[in-house]
């Protein structure tokens, strides 16, 4: 297994679980789901001030890294921030509604109905983090419908 060698590489690649075998995306969205239920204690204004810090340090990452593919899979800190920004405006009450959270993420990730596939074509790091944007936003109007 491949590991982070600098520090851009460990951080966009969630702690390494973007090398993780099979698939790194929902390795990652794991992460991002311990963010989510993790956080979920935090005064609202805290944890959207976090997000913004891990959102610039991922981009700084980005930069340094410079991949030369589009989306490399290792990269999964896109699938991490989008799933923490879920919880961020729906924070679980449940486990049972952070797994339907995490399932309804995967889902519109996957799937990358429109405007994700439109989205994801953006260049560099903002490509990369749009399709799952669109994801968020398609599971959070999902758990706002169930609830």
Not at 45 to 73: C, H, M, T, Y
Request: charge should be neutral.
């Amino acid at each position: 297994m491949k590991r982070p060698q600098t520090w851009a590489q460990w951080w966009l690649s969630g702690a390494g679980t973007g090398y993780l075998p099979g698939a790194p995306a929902t390795w990652g969205s794991l992460v991002g789901l311990g963010l989510l239920i993790g956080s979920a204690w935090l005064p609202w204004a805290v944890n959207l001030i976090a997000w913004s810090v891990a959102l610039g340090a991922s981009q700084k990452a980005f930069r340094q890294v410079a991949p030369p593919e589009p989306d490399p899979p290792w990269i999964v800190a896109d699938e991490i921030l989008a799933l923490w920004l879920v919880g961020l405006f729906f924070p679980p009450a449940t486990a049972q509604q952070a797994a339907l959270a995490f399932l309804l993420f995967r889902f519109w990730d996957i799937t990358k109905l429109w405007p994700a596939v439109i989205a994801e074509k953006i260049p560099g790091f903002w490509g990369i983090l749009a399709d799952d944007l669109v994801a968020a936003l398609y599971t959070l109007l999902c758990l706002w419908l169930l609830a």
